[in-house]
């Protein structure tokens, strides 16, 4: 990309606030942000080639709410994005990570989280420290159960599609806000999905098709019988697997 066309874009954010750059073949994150660490609000760098985060530049960017790093070579995230104090969504599907940084925490304004497409084994125990975080998305990943520290989870919705789990702890029931939960593409046998799922949880959306039970055998499940399973879309949808459970 010639220099030109790279000053054109940083003029242009330098008065909306936003830099969206993608599917431009960058291998390195723009130095020339350098400029603009007191003005962004959003940073779309999607579907490049970038394999790594500048740790003194990242961490500059004070008033940044949205950044998008999908589609990149990154296999380590740097504790320095960690300071970004008003960063309320962070992408970051299909890339290369396998771990988070332990401050990862940090990130308090944090509302929603996407890392889909990495190489995470487990579940992240410094997601349980982002309070306000609204929507999870771990699907595409490498995770194999799912521990009892998910019960300190505040998300909305977790994604946990396409992973290899096949043990769940009991505690997922105990998520204080948990409403959606996407299971669908797993390893688990219905014995190892907690009974507690149904009958002692906030969830009324539960998504288990590809798993290794037949969906009607849900049936036999204690806690069935508060299942709707019509769509409450008014579009026509197929929810095969997918359940919405009703609760008082």
Sequence with gaps: MGNSALRAHVETAQKTGVFQLKDRGLTEFPAELQKLTSNLRTIDLSNNKIESLPPLLIGKFTLLKSLSLNSNKLTVVPDELCNLKKLEMLSLNNNHLRDLPATFGQLSALKTLSLSGNQLRALPPQLCSLRHLDVLDLSKNQIRSIPDLIG???????????????????????????KVLRLEENCLELSMLPQSILSDSQICLLAVEGNLFEIKKLRELEGYDKVCTESVYSAPMKFTGVMFLEHP
Excluded: H
Aim: charged fraction near 15%; hydrophobic fraction near 35%.
């Design 152 to 178: 300190e989870l505040q998300v909305i919705e977790l994604n946990l599609n396409q992973n290899q789990i096949s043990q769940i702890s009991v505690k997922i029931s105990s998520c204080p806000r948990l």
